[in-house]
């Protein structure tokens, strides 16, 4: 009898105590390859979606999370800032503006949906 509260008792103890909630959102590392793969896949995107005859960067990672979904679900928010290279030059390296005028910094979070063992991954949500 008494098997019946220990048990579900420890199994919530585990649960918590090894990462939190299965399917819960947690923070991810920015340097993690697959985090950084869904970021710059989502710069592509927004670069390709924005009227800007510009590209656009990252200037700074904000906040990166992830939540294991059927694939990884990435959340990340990012500084962006203008770039002085065309649209057409995505082979260039391209620097971010110093001057915060020319910058024109702002702000995003990209949703990305990666399933690497489809080779899919997908620009769910960008709010900027």
């Given at each position: 009898m008494m098997w019946k509260i220990v048990f579900p008792v420890l199994a919530a103890v585990f649960a918590v105590g090894l990462g939190g909630l299965v399917g819960g959102v947690s923070d991810v590392d920015i340097n993690n390859e697959d985090?950084?793969?869904?970021l710059n896949f989502a710069v592509v995107q927004h670069n390709r979606g924005s009227n800007d005859l510009y590209l656009s960067q990252v200037a700074e990672v904000v906040k990166a999370q992830?939540?294991?979904?059927?694939?990884?679900?990435?959340?990340?928010t990012v500084r962006m800032a203008k770039t002085?290279?065309?649209?057409?030059s995505e082979n260039e390296v391209c620097g971010i503006y110093q001057d915060q005028e020319m910058a024109r910094p702002y702000?995003?979070?990209?949703?990305?949906?990666s399933?690497?063992?489809?080779?899919?991954i997908q620009l769910l949500k960008e709010i900027c």
């Amino acid at each position: 009898m008494m098997w019946k509260i220990v048990f579900p008792v420890l199994a919530a103890v585990f649960a918590v105590g090894l990462g939190g909630l299965v399917g819960g959102v947690s923070d991810v590392d920015i340097n993690n390859e697959d985090m950084r793969n869904a970021l710059n896949f989502a710069v592509v995107q927004h670069n390709r979606g924005s009227n800007d005859l510009y590209l656009s960067q990252v200037a700074e990672v904000v906040k990166a999370q992830r939540q294991v979904v059927a694939g990884m679900k990435y959340i990340i928010t990012v500084r962006m800032a203008k770039t002085p290279c065309r649209k057409g030059s995505e082979n260039e390296v391209c620097g971010i503006y110093q001057d915060q005028e020319m910058a024109r910094p702002y702000q995003c979070t990209f949703t990305v949906w990666s399933r690497p063992w489809l080779n899919e991954i997908q620009l769910l949500k960008e709010i900027c």
